[in-house]
């Protein structure tokens, strides 16, 4: 499912409330450095010169939206970047940052700007400093060990390894939320699961190094590319975060 717009909503999501949607990636296809097997927006298709929205078309959308908006009868608690691909990968991330942020705080104050990434430009200070604008940066980590990240992630950057994402990760000091989709099945005859003993192991010390202020773990929801893939049920997303718990970390289940 692709969003056709660049500014969608307000909808309700299971996990941010009421969610106005900003989609800054190209409105056609997916762009994004990962391939997940469970993406919600289908399998990467190559383009050659995708086009993606001008910081300007971005400006305008917002502050039409926000501007006619009627806020007697409905909220924003969130204004969400995510969508159609890893926003982060747009030249002008930085400054649609700040746009947002100033839109924001002339319409609706109390709207926190939010930005799901997938963690892959965290090598790039500009993106770092734009994200650490945000109220909220919520930031994937699918799997902990390299085979099962690249299994589920399948990165465009075939090199791309655990521990550079939590080198970078490591930049927000715990200031973030750690985004976690856990599911098992198989994808081109390998099995695909983050939830074996080994993984889990692996995925928790990853989040002792990292920290993070708040911690999102979900399943499956929807439609996935790869078909082979399993739901994991409540029960089971129950027991993965309760070791977690019992630290006294948050975390939130959405299954
Ligand atoms: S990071 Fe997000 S948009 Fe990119 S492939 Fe994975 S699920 Fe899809």
Redesign the pocket.
Known sequence: MLFPDIVYGPIHSRRLGNSLGMEIMPLEH?L?T???VY?E?GWNTPVQHPHLPTREEIHQALETKLSTFDFSHATIDVITFSGN??PTLHPDFPDIIKDTCALRDRYCPSAQVTVLS?STQLGRPDVVEALKQCDNRIL?LDAATDTMMRRI?MPVNGELGVDTLIRWLKQFDGDFTLQTCFLRGEHNGLPVDNTTPDELEAWYQAVEVLHPKHIMIYVIDRQTPEEHLEKIPRAQMEAIAAPLTAKGYDVQISA
């Open positions: 997916k994004c990962f391939n997940c993406c927006c691909g890893e997938n994937k992630d």
